[in-house]
Every structure is written in C-alpha cells, then in structure tokens.
C-alpha cells in the first residue's frame, strides 16, 4: 500500500482519540466485572473489523486479508502474554481495583516500544532481504522451545511466580520502593526521599516483558506482510483490546492447555513462509503461500487448539 504521511498522522490521532476514550472511560478505579470485561472487548474487536472492511473497501482483498491474518496472530499471541501478565499482577500483590489502570499504561507502553520495533524491522527489510532467513529461522525457533516448554509441563500454574529481570532490580535500587500501593500515584516521597510505589515497578514490568513479547510477535506479522502502516495498525488493534481480554478470560486461561502447541504451529508456519519468500526474493523458483491460505490456516489451528483444550480440561475435571 502506498499510505500517505496524512493518513499516518490521521491513523495515529485516531488511535490517540480511542486511546484516550479508554483511557477517561476507565480513570476511575474499580474491579472490573465479566460485562463490563465483555462489552468493552466486543467493541475492539468490532473497531479491528470494521479497520479491515475499510482496507478492503479502499485498498483491496489483498491488503485487509494481510491485516486480519496479522490482527488474529497478534491477538492470539497476546493471549499467550496474559499468562505472564497474570503472575506479574500476583507477584506484585496488585489490588484488583487497581489492575486496569496497570494494564492500561502497559499497553501504552507497549505500543510505544512496538512502533520503535516496527520502524526498525521495516528499515532493516527495505536495506537487507536476507534478513528473512533470519526472521523465519528464528520464528521456526521459538516454535520449536514452545513445544519443547509445553512438553515439560509448561501450562499455566497460577502458583507460579514472576521473576524480575536485572534491569528491573537495578532501577529499584537505585530509586528505591515504597511499602505499599499509594492509589494509583506512581512517585510518593518517604522518609525524605522521592521513591516509586510499586504501581509504577509493575507498569514497568510488564512493559519489560513487552519488549520480548516483540521480539517473535514483530517477525510473526512481518512474515504476513511488509507493509509497516498493517503491521502497525494490526499490533495497535490487537494490544488496545488486551486490557479488557484480560478481565474477560482471565479465568480461563489455565483451560487453554495446548495454546502453546497451537501458537508453535502458527509461528512455525509463518517461519517456513519467512524463509519460502527469502528463497524467493533470491531467485529460487519455490512455491509462495498465499494470504487467504495463511489466514485460513491460523482460524483453523486456534479453532482446534480452543476445541481440544477445552475437552482435555473438561476431562481433567470429571471425576
């Protein structure tokens, strides 16, 4: 697609204007209920649909079909991020009336880093093609350490706990943490000094964790497409609904037992089709897969991973 900077700037003030919509709807802490959860996540993904339609309409088949292919991966990877977001959240002893506003300046973040991450893949892509071997390799990887992970017990425990990374531990160190939480207030001072409360350390926890969620959800989008307006749209749309999946499946997530088989096979398959296109750009005659066959077969193993996840959960639970 040849995307104006106009309409860039416009995509943006329109992403900032839902954003900040979200943002006034939600200032007010409180728990958030399944019908609040529910409505809100309807929404999104009717604002991600309606985003495509509008490809379609005004650029063609070719480019709505890359931007729900990439809008579906990026959702179903990010489910895969709310198991993580969940220990974090409980690691850190987050009040519940709290945890919205948590998640909601970790999306911001996370698309802060995204764009950073977005513009450099797409300036690294337009220099070097190689770099399509690498991606697949990579992505060909990490499907690969998700089945390994899975085949180790690697599920959902609840019990399980968060580990802070060093650099987490070293801005606590240097700027010291409160006691307890202090509202939503992210700098209170105590004893004379100026020092986070640990609402701010778990906002920069979970856009820490982003940061590696990228590294394969970012060759994962650009394995379906290398237009950086689709890609960026399609992670924009996928993280704004994150907030609201979380409270909505959270309970759910420990019965999505094979979700790390089902995302190994997606992200195996977009590696192989990383690596078809290198081929191709170098002048080997191979087969290229097609959109409509790549989103067909993401809908296909999410159907089947949900489906089996659910019976072998249901099994677990008969007595």
């Known amino acids: ?44 993904v009717i604002l991600a649909c309606l985003f495509g339609v509008g490809l379609i309409l005004f650029g063609g088949g070719g480019p709505g079909g890359e931007f729900f292919a990439g809008y579906i991966t990026e959702k179903s990877l990010s489910v895969d ?30 698309l802060v880093l995204r764009a950073v991450f977005i513009a450099a893949g797409a300036a690294i892509i337009s220099a ?13 990887w990490t499907a690969w350490k998700l089945i390994q992970d899975a085949r180790k017990g690697g599920t959902f425990d609840e019990h ?5 990374n060093k650099l987490l531990k070293a801005i606590e160190r240097r700027f010291g943490v409160a006691d307890r939480y202090h509202g939503t207030k992210l700098w209170v001072e105590e004893n004379g000094r100026r020092v986070m409360t640990p609402m701010l350390v778990v906002m920069l926890a979970i856009g ?19 237009d950086p307006y689709i890609v960026f749209t399609a992670n924009a749309f996928a ?14 997530l420990k019965k999505l037992v094979h979700l790390s088989y089902g995302l190994s ?18 002048g080997v005659h191979v087969p290229e897969i097609s959109i409509p066959f790549s989103l067909g077969f993401i ?19 008969q007595p």
């Open 1 to 44: 697609m040849n995307v104006s900077l106009s309409v860039w700037l416009l995509t943006v003030a329109g992403l900032c204007v839902l954003i900040a919509a979200d943002f006034f709807i939600g200032r007010k802490p409180h728990d958030v209920s399944m019908r609040e959860a529910g409505i809100w996540t309807a929404v999104w």
């Open 81 to 110: 991020n709310l198991f993580v977001f969940v220990l974090i959240m409980a690691k850190f002893a987050v009040p519940s009336q709290y945890q919205q506003r948590v998640l909601m300046v970790g999306v911001i973040v996370a």
């Open 128 to 140: 070097f093609s190689w770099v399509f071997y690498i991606f697949g390799a990579f992505l060909i």
């Open 160 to 164: 399980e706990e968060y580990e802070e």
């Open 208 to 226: 820490f964790t982003d940061v590696l969620f990228a590294l394969d959800s970012i060759p994962a989008i650009y394995g379906l497409t290398q």
């Open 239 to 252: 993280l704004m609904g994150l907030r609201q999946l979380y409270f909505l499946i959270g309970g759910l």
């Open 265 to 282: 096979v997606i992200l195996g398959f977009i590696g192989v089709k990383l690596v078809l296109h290198a081929l191709h750009e170098s």
């Open 299 to 317: 809908v296909l193993v999410l159907a089947i991973t949900t489906a089996t996840s659910l019976w072998a959960t249901r099994r677990q639970e």
